[in-house]
C-alpha cells in the first residue's frame, strides 16, 4: 500500500531539516577577531580568529600550542570555547570544541550571526545582544527606495525582514554589501535569498 502524499511529505521535510542541520553544523566562515588563549604549558597569549564552526576553529598566534593539547579559547564576540590541537603549523593552529550538541547549535546561532553582522551592515539590538539575528538593516530596492526593517532571522545564504513593505517575490534588493532577491512574503514581512558569490556565478567553485 502506497504512502500518504502528506506522510511521504513530513518524511522528506524532517530528512531535509537534518540535513540542513548538518551542513549547518559543520560550514567553516571567515571570522576576523581578536581574542585570547590559554594553555597549561604556555599559559595565556593573544590571539586571531582566522576561521570558525560550531565544530572547530584556525587560530593565528606567535604562541603555538603543541597538538594534542587542550585549550581555552577566548574570542570577542563569539565567547568562550574549549578544545583539542589537531593541528599546529607556522604561525596558526587548528583545534576541535568539546562542547555538547546544544552548545554546538548555540554556536552555529552566534557564528551567523557575527558573519553577518558587518557584511549585511546590521545595527545590533543592544537590549537583546545574546541573540543572533536581532537587530535592525537597511535595505535598497531597485528603484532606489531605501527602507528599516528588523531583522528576523539570519544565515549564511539569506535573511528575514519585519516590515510594512511588500515587494514583488524575485525583485532585486541589496542588505549592506550584499545584494540579493526576495525569495518569499511573509505575514509580517519577507525574505531574502542572496546572490552567490561571483566565482560560483562564473562556474567556479568556492575556495
Do not use: Y
Amino acid at each position: 500500500m502506497a504512502e500518504e502524499p502528506n506522510r511521504l511529505d513530513r518524511r522528506k521535510i524532517r530528512i531535509a531539516a537534518r540535513g540542513a542541520a548538518e551542513r549547518r553544523r559543520h560550514a567553516r566562515l571567515p571570522l576576523r577577531l581578536h581574542g585570547r588563549f590559554w594553555s597549561e604549558t604556555l599559559g595565556e597569549h593573544a590571539c586571531r580568529l582566522i576561521d570558525i564552526s560550531p565544530g572547530g576553529a584556525r587560530v593565528m598566534s606567535r604562541a603555538l600550542p603543541a597538538s594534542n593539547q587542550r585549550i581555552i579559547l577566548m574570542i570577542n564576540g563569539i565567547g568562550r570555547m574549549e578544545g583539542v590541537v589537531v593541528r599546529s603549523d607556522g604561525d596558526e593552529f587548528s583545534l576541535r570544541f568539546s562542547a555538547t550538541d546544544r552548545k554546538r547549535d548555540k554556536l552555529a546561532d552566534t557564528i551567523t550571526w557575527r558573519f553577518n553582522k558587518d557584511r549585511l551592515g546590521l545595527d545590533e539590538d543592544r537590549q537583546a545582544p545574546r541573540k543572533p539575528g536581532r537587530g535592525r538593516a537597511k535595505i535598497r530596492f531597485a528603484d532606489g527606495v531605501v527602507i528599516h526593517a528588523n531583522v528576523l532571522d539570519v544565515s549564511v545564504t539569506g535573511a528575514a525582514f519585519e516590515c510594512l513593505e511588500r515587494p514583488k517575490v524575485n525583485e532585486p534588493v541589496r542588505v549592506g554589501e550584499m545584494s540579493g532577491r526576495v525569495a518569499r512574503i511573509l505575514d509580517n514581512g519577507f525574505a531574502v535569498v542572496f546572490d552567490p558569490p561571483e566565482a560560483l556565478r562564473d562556474g567556479g567553485q568556492a575556495a
